[in-house]
């Protein structure tokens, strides 16, 4: 696990593990979207509007209760 993957264990560490984490990746940010699939999130159906009205987003989420892979 590099440096990104550290802060992730960090993250999930302390945010509340019996609540959904939510957040938003530019949909072509292969290497991002599989960095969070890695550690539980899974991309949403969600419509969300482009950021500043030009780059499209996906919503990904992490389940509650999600054991780290």
């Not at 593990?17 to 890695?38: C, H, M, P, Q």
Request: hydrophobic residues 35%.
């Amino acid at each position: 696990t590099g440096t990104g993957g550290k802060l992730m264990e960090i993250f999930l560490d302390w945010v509340d593990k019996e609540k959904k984490t939510r957040l938003e990746v530019f949909s072509n940010n292969d290497s991002a979207i599989g960095f969070y699939e890695k550690h539980g999130f899974l991309e949403t159906d969600a419509q969300l509007e482009p950021f500043r009205e030009v780059l499209p987003c996906i919503e990904m989420v992490r389940p509650a209760d999600v054991t780290d892979k």
